[in-house]
């Protein structure tokens, strides 16, 4: 039951963020809250299909996501993502700058 109980915390803290629905887009015009929305439709999808079967798990669900530690922890991978997105944004734009300036010698 501990088990069953961790691995279902886990999964909730993988899958999911508090941002908005992911739309289309190229990669390099793609907006920060946009990778972590994936995870979040994920994680809604999820709920939504445990919900139907067996409200009784899925309130669990929704009690073990509003607990301060994983608000904590969504949280903070929300900032690590944040961090990260900047700086592969950062990395995309000196690649394109290598490819002008150095391939194409613009």
Same mark, same amino acid.
């Given at each position: 039951m501990l088990q069953s109980r961790a691995l279902v915390i886990a999964l909730i803290l993988l899958l999911s963020t508090t941002l908005p629905e992911v739309q289309s887009k190229s990669i390099f015009e793609r907006d920060r809250r946009d990778l972590l929305a994936i995870p979040e @439709?994920?994680?809604?999808? #999820?709920? &939504? @299909?445990?919900?139907?079967?067996?409200?009784k798990v899925s309130q669990f669900l929704l009690d073990t996501v509003q607990?301060?530690?994983?608000? @904590?922890? %969504?949280? %903070? #991978? @929300? %900032?690590?993502?944040?961090?990260?997105?900047?700086? #592969?944004?950062?990395?995309? &734009?000196?690649?394109?700058?290598?490819?002008?300036? %150095?391939?194409?010698?613009?």
């Open positions: @439709a994920i994680a809604s999808y #999820f709920y &939504e @299909a445990v919900n139907k079967v067996s409200p607990s301060p530690s994983v608000v @904590a922890a %969504r949280q %903070r #991978f @929300a %900032r690590e993502a944040a961090k990260v997105s900047i700086m #592969f944004e950062q990395l995309i &734009e000196k690649i394109k700058n290598l490819w002008y300036t %150095r391939v194409l010698g613009y």
